[in-house]
């Protein structure tokens, strides 16, 4: 895995880890919660980027990263339909595939009737864009393997996507190091600190403070990936 800084909400970084032949993202335990709504960009733009680097499959069996346990396929549903990831069921954190990642933040959505027709119409098999497996579409709708439903990279949930993360983002309040440095330092607080050690001192207690077939989604999203080149977003 190759490992990128994102910003987040609080004016910092979380280092994500993502693996481009499995064209999927770890996301540690609370990361995905972290990013602000620029990463969420970024994470767009670097999924194109990456897209024509050489893939494969995901295996069947899948290993958290952290403690080697086996990932259990996970089903959850947001405003543009089911999307699924691969969780540790010890908590450690979640692999998510690069296309799931981008249906939990709206810029795909599942194929409805008339688009899946005429798929079937004019394709017999594709490739699933969340796990690389072939799947028959005269026969099944969704990927045999992991479930995932076939998707499209609709240019107009794009659109809003991008415009909803960008009003996001000029929306964040981000705090300024000397403001932070300031809420630190706020008397009341030193004060209460200042009581605390006394009564741990007193106490005689010690103190640790240690811890403190074609994809139909990549074909779509090289597309729209060339018209959004030249935009400033920010």
């Avoid at 240690?210 to 018209?227: N, R």
Wanted: hydrophobic share 40%; charged share 30%; net charge positive.
């Amino acid at each position: 895995m190759a490992s990128r800084d994102f910003p987040t909400h609080l004016d910092g970084t979380v280092r994500l880890d993502l693996c481009y032949p499995c064209r999927a993202i770890w996301f540690d335990r609370n990361e995905s919660m972290q990013l602000a709504p620029r990463a969420v960009i970024e994470l767009f733009r670097e999924i194109h980027g990456r897209d024509h680097d050489p893939r494969r499959p995901l295996a069947e069996r899948l290993s958290c990263p952290r403690c080697n346990g086996r990932l259990e396929l996970t089903h959850d549903v947001g405003r543009t339909g089911p999307f699924i990831y691969y969780r540790c069921t010890k908590d450690h954190g979640r692999m998510t595939p690069f296309f799931q990642f981008l249906q939990e933040k709206h810029f795909v959505r599942s194929l409805n009737p008339a688009e899946l027709a005429r798929l079937r119409a004019e394709v017999k098999v594709v490739r699933c864009s969340s796990c690389g497996a072939p799947v028959d579409v005269q026969r099944d709708a969704a990927c045999g393997y992991c479930k995932a439903p076939l998707a499209v990279l609709d240019p107009a949930a794009v659109r809003e996507a991008l415009r909803e993360w960008s009003a996001a983002e000029a929306r964040r309040p981000v705090p300024s190091r000397a403001k932070i440095a300031a809420a630190m330092l706020d008397a009341k607080t030193v004060e209460a600190r200042a009581r605390a050690a006394d009564r741990w001192t007193r106490a005689g207690d010690v103190v640790d403070v240690s811890s403190f077939g074609a994809d139909i989604v990549d074909v779509c999203i090289d597309g729209l990936c060339e018209m959004l080149s030249g935009a400033d977003l920010f």
